[in-house]
């Protein structure tokens, strides 16, 4: 399930946020996973993890931000659906949060405090590259605006 994690790999450098077109690349680590069955056959995996946001192109206010992500992902059984919802907390160097909420592959910026106060927007993300213990480096691009 980990790799349905398409978060929005939101990362913070720059000393002030832009508005405009981001993109970059996000690699994740799983720190936990909890996959209990309900009593209705489907399967749900709740998650957690460790990750390092990367920005493309020079004064990208998404650069090098450290993360820490939760997601609930529930599948039918015998089907490759799955649904999956959470969020994800980001710390700059500068020590400032920003928060984004994720369904799937599309993220929304959620709130943050310092340059990401008042930042509103969203994207979409997509896997590009897993790794045999659960590790995965995601693609990311979206619009943001003050």
């Not at 690699?27 to 936990?32: D, E, K, L």
């Not at 090098?64 to 700059?92: T, W, Y």
């Not at 592959?105 to 930042?119: H, P, R, S, V």
């Amino acid at each position: 399930m980990r790799k349905f994690i398409l978060l929005a790999a939101l990362a913070v450098a720059a000393p002030v946020a832009t508005a405009g077109d981001v993109a970059g690349h996000a690699i994740y680590r799983p720190v936990s996973t909890d996959t209990r069955t309900l009593t209705d056959g489907r399967t749900m995996t709740r998650s957690t993890e460790g990750g390092f946001v990367y920005g493309d192109g020079a004064g990208n206010p998404f650069d090098r931000m450290i993360q820490n992500c939760f997601s609930v992902a529930v599948a039918k059984p015998g089907s490759d659906a799955v649904e999956q919802f959470g969020h994800c907390e980001g710390l700059d160097k500068d020590e400032d949060l920003f928060i984004l909420y994720f369904h799937g592959d599309t993220w929304t910026i959620g709130g943050g405090t310092g340059k990401f106060a008042g930042m509103k927007g969203g994207g979409t993300s997509k896997v590009i590259q897993t790794w045999s213990d659960g590790s995965y480096l995601i693609s990311w691009t979206g619009e943001t605006s003050k």
